[in-house]
């Protein structure tokens, strides 16, 4: 079975300071791998993800993440954060896309505190 | 372009009693999905569907049960509400396809007293 751990329930960090959240997964398949983040009493929205080819992804807003296949891991960061990233990120698997297989996984999230 | 909405935002209702989510998306989408979210838990799977007319059990079925009469709605009913059902719903569509991502509704707030 599948599972995703995120190491950090919390992370508080300073405004402009480098941000690592880390997301291990275990599988022993090919596996799609999403990051999503949730601001304050809104939904989820997609971030970022990996389905194949380069092992760095990168989104609109400066994150990015990297698949490590041998460590399991697919860890997120930002070089420079601000306030505006205050949210809960969550490190979500899937199989496939196709019926069952895309459903997702999700770790238990983990929650940037930025503080100017 | 309304993408996926949630019907009620927010709901209190007493132990015992039944009720139903709505989900709606305008999007065409195949695959919808039900989940809950608990503080630490993240967010878990209680039913999916694939197409119309079509429903699966997630992680979490027990308590609920779903419909998906049209393509653009996905019911989650409970019969009989408990505490341990107070948590946030939401509800999530996807195209099918390798690169289509899942959706999410803006969320439901239910607490069971």
């Known amino acids: 079975a599948q599972s995703v751990t995120q190491l950090d329930s919390q992370v508080p960090v300073f405004e402009e300071a480098p941000v690592e959240l880390r997301c291990n997964y275990s599988s022993s398949v090919s596996v799609y791998l999403f990051w999503y983040v949730q601001y304050p009493n809104q939904g989820l929205q997609l971030l970022l993800k990996y389905l194949s080819g380069s092992t760095l992804v990168e989104s609109i807003n400066g994150f990015e993440a990297e698949f490590n296949k041998s460590q399991t891991s697919f860890h997120l960061r930002k070089p420079s954060v601000h306030i505006s990233d205050t949210a809960e990120y969550f490190c979500a698997v899937s199989r496939g896309y196709g019926g069952s297989q895309g459903n997702l996984i999700f770790g238990k999230g983990t929650k940037l505190s930025v503080k100017p | 372009n309304a993408g996926v909405t949630q019907t009620p935002k927010f709901r209190v209702l007493k132990t015992g009693q039944s009720m139903t989510l709505l989900c709606a998306q305008d999007?065409?989408?195949?695959?919808m999905y039900w989940y809950r979210q608990d503080p630490g838990m993240g967010l878990r799977l209680i039913h999916y569907s694939v197409g119309e007319g079509t429903t699966a059990k997630g992680e979490v079925p027990d308590g609920y049960n779903v419909s998906r009469l049209k393509k653009q709605n996905f019911l989650l009913g409970l019969e009989s509400a408990a505490p341990s059902q107070t948590s946030v719903y939401f509800c999530?569509?996807?195209?099918?396809?390798?690169?289509?991502?899942?959706?999410f509704g803006p969320g439901t707030r239910l607490t069971v007293l």
């Open positions: 999530a569509s996807r195209a099918p396809g390798q690169f289509n991502e899942q959706f």
């Open positions: 999007m065409n989408h195949e695959y």
